[in-house]
Nanobody, 127 residues
Framework: VQLVESGGGLVQAGGSLSLSCAASGFTFRDYAIVWFRQAPGKEREGVSCINDRDDSTLYAESVKGRFAISRDNAKNTVYLQMNSLKPEDTADYYC?????????????????????WGVGTLVTVSS
């Protein structure tokens, strides 16, 4: 059972990156997938979420209009397209899986409710 993030790196402000979260070992379609991030010295925050059955999405206000989340159940993968990146987007980005999605009783950005976590990928945005 694992989630593996990829696609992080260094980009200039205004640039784009696409993150991937590849799942294995569990029934991917039964889980909502959430992207969190944690910047140095700051608390972890929810970035974006895609639900399991209806693919409904949720975004943090700070990334709305710039980030787009999508999932490919055939490939057991969730993507996070990040455009118009800002230096304040610099953080470790983690994906997490929530069994049953919003039916679980947990909100998308409630980190303590997540069932599976990836190890993260670093995104650095230079000014």
């Amino acid at each position: 059972v694992q989630l593996v993030e990829s696609g992080g790196g260094l980009v200039q402000a205004g640039g784009s990156l696409s993150l991937s979260c590849a799942a294995s070992g569990f029934t991917f379609r039964d889980y909502a997938i959430v992207w969190f991030r944690q910047a140095p010295g700051k608390e972890r925050e929810g970035v974006s979420c895609i639900n399991d059955r209806d693919d409904s999405t949720l975004y943090a206000e700070s990334v709305k209009g710039r980030f787009a989340i999508s999932r490919d159940n055939a490939k057991n993968t969730v993507y996070l397209q990040m455009n118009s990146l800002k230096p304040e987007d610099t953080a470790d980005y983690y994906c997490a899986a929530l069994r049953g999605g919003l039916r679980s009783g947990y909100g998308c950005f409630e980190a303590h409710g997540m069932d599976i976590w990836g190890v993260g990928t670093l995104v650095t945005v230079s000014s």
